[in-house]
């Protein structure tokens, strides 16, 4: 049963990606402007002719897309770059994609760790000072955007304090401000998302029959709180556990990290459209499967869920 | 003869909320005796779920005032446990005292199969392993006769029909033989041929284990068969209380006898209107002054609205807060059985 659901799943998200691709490489193709027209016009008739037949410009937009298909199809290859020669978009998904997925990892990993501790502590403590200090803190922390915390965290920590460097890349402690610059607004609403659903679910009569059964505080909450409210949060990290892949622009550019993120809105401002539509249905394939793991993890969490029961 | 397990006596709990103080018991007495089974009855609101819950120490403490001085206490064997604090009341509930609730949908934890939810009032409560938990387990799905036992045991609660959940909620409750079992409501999430059922099963089981039951409802007509004696609750008060032939046979009470005629006979037409009281409960944020059920009572007099009724005995086990029974109350015009109880 389960492999039969998770089957069907995969079938859906091949064409999920399918017509993903498809639109992607229509809509860069209807874009305005020419990677290389500018330099095309000052080359050599001969040259501008080897040019258009390696990409294929001067083919109808369809011929070019059953061309990039039927490549994309046989060999997986993405396509030269047009801004970086000799190199395919492979290449640069292959050398960069485990920078960004590092400090994503890690900064998911406190974000969810901290975020669930503190969203407990604070719904545990409805009302008293701990939980309007957490609250009070959630909401600047969401409304302060990442690179003022950045900045902040490189003024303090780095410049002032000398406990790491301003930014570089390599060491373990250059990882220390990158990841808590990412990881603070992901905390937060961890903790607001835990918060509400912790809320919720000690308001449920199952609570109260853990109660009546004799469970004391620290086993209600153990037990039978714990497990039940972190259903939505688990919806949570399926598409987080996508977006680490392709790191945070903002974060990899302010701390000259070499990542994914980076390369993807620098392909997009110089008109690269090889690495465009390469990236795109690199993070489309990540976010669609990172949706199939949630949905097994789901499973696992929330037994209502799991379709591998249906034997009766 | 009979030994009294349970007392509650003068018991007052209050719920602090955004529109003010809220009564919701004021100043209920009663006993339970070992092996009987009491019927707690009234409309939603009557205070009848606060009791209950009082006694099981489930109260959220951040906004109920409970009343612990004065005469105010609940004995259990001898102890109060209005003095007990929040690890020693966990000691006694689910092990002692146990309760079930009116929603078997909602009241079983989605996440936890039904064997570990029953497993864990065992091994919280009896130094066992795992192992002879699980076999306890198993004898109490046997015991609230569910088939195929074994294999429910590994199940989740949504593949349980609503009754079967019902019957693992008491399999939930009863795993470590309490000596009480207080049942909130517990069929009326059911349907009319299942509250039958669950209704013989908790009959069943408190012979086997020798419990008292007592059992809370809105329904008179669940109460009839099982129940020993009946308390009427309204508006956070007791009026009347008697065994089950004198509440059924000669209630005293206008209010209880409003109750027993709203219940559908078997020989009623459906060309009659059943019988509904009109009206509704009062507010408990500021309860009436004299009898609370005044103004919807039939024959209420001046005297109703200004004092609360004393309680008038009319046997070892009937008694009734109410004017009409006072020496001076004018008894024309009220119904025969009620006039043979004033007389009296």
Known sequence: MMVKFIGKRVAYAVLTLFLITTATFFLVAAA?????AAKVGQMPEQAQEIINEKYGFDKPVTTRYIMYMKNLLTTGDFGESIV???????????DNTLVSAKIGLMALVFQVVIGVLLGMISALNRGKPVDHMIRVLVVLAICVPSFVFASLLQYFLAFKWKLVPVF?????????????????????????????????????????????????????????VLRNSMIPIVTMIGPALAGIFGGSFIIEKMFSIPGLGFYYVKAVSDNDYTMVIGLTIFFALLFVASLIVVDILYGIVDPRIRVAKGSK | ????????????????????????????????????TLAIVGESGCGKTVTSKAIMGLLAASNTDIKKDGESAILFQGENLLNYGEKQMSQI???????????????????????????????????????????????MLELVKIPNAEERLKQYPFEFSGGMRQRAMIAVALACKPEILIADEPTTALDVTIQAQIMDLIGELQKELEMAVILVTHDLGVVASVADRIQVMY???????????????????????????????????????????????????????????????????????????????????????????HPKADTAGLPEGMIRRSVK
Request: charged fraction near 25%; charge should be positive.
């Open chain 1, 32 to 36: 305005p402007g020419d990677p290389i």
């Open chain 1, 84 to 94: 970086y020669t000799g190199k395919s978009a492979n290449d640069i998904i292959k």
């Open chain 1, 168 to 224: 570089g890349w390599g060491e373990l402690r250059h990882y220390v401000l990158p990841v808590a610059a990412y990881a603070i607004g992901g905390i937060a609403s961890y903790t607001k998302y835990m918060r509400s659903s912790t809320l919720s679910v000690i308001g449920e009569d199952y609570i109260v029959t853990a109660k009546a059964k004799g469970c004391g505080k620290g086993r209600v909450v153990r037990k039978h």
């Open chain 2, 1 to 36: 003869m009979s030994e009294k397990i349970l007392e509650v006596k003068d018991l007052h709990v209050s719920f602090r909320t955004y529109a003010g103080v809220s009564h919701a018991v004021r100043g209920v007495d009663f006993y339970l005796n070992k092996g009987e």
């Open chain 2, 93 to 139: 509930r689910g092990k002692r005292i146990s309760m079930i609730f009116q929603d078997p949908m909602t009241s079983l934890n989605p996440t936890m199969k039904i064997g570990d939810q029953i497993m864990e009032s065992i091994l919280i409560h009896q130094k066992v392993t795992k192992e002879e938990a699980r076999k306890q387990a198993l004898h």
């Open chain 2, 235 to 325: 508006a956070g008060k007791i009026v009347e209380r008697g065994t089950v032939k004198e509440i059924f046979y000669e209630s005293t009470h206008p209010y209880t006898r409003a109750l027993l005629n709203s219940v559908p006979k078997i020989h009623t037409n459906n060309k009659e209107v059943l019988y509904s009281l009109k009206g509704t409960p009062p507010d408990l944020i500021n309860p009436p002054e004299g009898c609370s059920f005044a103004p919807r009572c039939e024959y209420g007099m001046m005297v109703c609205r200004k004092k609360y009724p004393e309680i008038t005995r009319f046997s070892d086990s009937q008694e009734c807060s109410c004017w009409l029974y």
